[in-house]
């Protein structure tokens, strides 16, 4: 009767034993539950704030787009008004000159050479000597052949 006895005491240890580990499990499987349902409500909260971030960087993106092409034009818009002052102020010009032309024909007078590039030699007087022109063409000679040695 002892051996029935001890024999019912360890199987009511281990069911006990086993009752407590159930019981343990049970809890460690409803605490990861928790965790679960919290990480994933987290992951849909997050999803949420990116969706909206990427909507708030496609709207900035669209407007700061519109802002360039509307600088854009703008610039454009100013190029066009400077392009077209100058284009009236050239006409004006040439029409002054054109106008300023008439008149010295309306006149009689012959049109003076005037050259437009400051670079150009003056124009030699004509009632100045010849002998001072044969300087300055040796002069040019030498500067147009740097090599050139006259004979001793």
Known sequence: MEELNS?????????????????????????????????????????????????????????????????????????????????KENQQQANSNSTKQKEVLSEGRRKTYTPSCDLLPPRRSPFREIGNSVLMLRQNSKAIFPLHCPDP
């Open 7 to 87: 024999s019912w005491d360890f199987w009511e240890d281990r069911a006990l034993d086993s009752e407590y580990l159930i019981q343990y499990l049970r809890s460690a499987v409803e605490e990861w539950k928790q965790k679960a349902v919290s990480s994933n409500d987290k992951a849909n909260e997050l999803q949420a704030q990116v969706f909206m971030l990427k909507e708030e960087i496609h709207s900035l993106r669209k407007e700061q787009n519109l802002e360039a092409a509307r600088a854009a034009t703008a610039q454009n818009k100013s190029e066009k008004l400077v392009l077209v002052c100058h284009m």
